[in-house]
Nanobody, 120 residues
Framework: QVQLVESGGGLVQPGGSLRLSCAAS????????????MGWYRQAPGKQRELVAS???????NYADSVKGRFTISRDNAKNTVYLQMDSLKPEDTAMYYC??????????WGQGTQVTVSS
C-alpha cells in the first residue's frame, strides 16, 4: 500500500505563491517508489479533474499549458516527497489539488487533497 498526504494549501491573493507538498509512505513505496510517476491534479467545482504537472523518477516533467512558466514540480526521492511550487497564482487556479502516484504496472494511488483558493 501507498499513502499520500498533501499539505501546503490555503488562501492566497492573486499574484501570490504557495508550495504544496506530498509525502508518500508505505513499505511498497519504500521499495518501489522510484518506479512511480508522481503528479499533481486539480479539480474545481463543476469541472473534471485535470493534470497540472507530473514528474518521472528520472526527473522528466510535464505541465498543463495553463500553468507552464508559473508552476514547478520537483521530487526529493530521499524524502519520498513531491512538491509543487506555484507562483503568479490566478483566481482560476482555485481548486482542490490532489497528489497522485502512478506505476505503469497498474498501481495508482491518490491523496485526500488540499484546497487552494486564490482570491483578493
Amino acid at each position: 500500500q501507498v499513502q499520500l498526504v498533501e499539505s501546503g494549501g490555503g488562501l492566497v491573493q492573486p499574484g501570490g505563491s504557495l508550495r504544496l507538498s506530498c509525502a508518500a509512505s508505505g513499505s511498497h513505496f519504500s521499495i518501489y517508489g522510484l518506479n512511480y510517476v508522481m503528479g499533481w491534479y486539480r479539480q474545481a467545482p463543476g469541472k473534471q479533474r485535470e493534470l497540472v504537472a507530473s514528474i518521472s523518477d528520472g526527473g522528466s516533467t510535464n505541465y498543463a499549458d495553463s500553468v507552464k512558466g508559473r508552476f514547478t514540480i520537483s521530487r526529493d526521492n530521499a524524502k519520498n516527497t513531491v512538491y509543487l511550487q506555484m507562483d503568479s497564482l490566478k483566481p482560476e487556479d482555485t481548486a482542490m489539488y490532489y497528489c497522485n502516484a502512478w506505476w505503469r504496472t497498474g498501481y495508482d494511488y491518490w491523496g485526500q487533497g488540499t484546497q487552494v483558493t486564490v482570491s483578493s
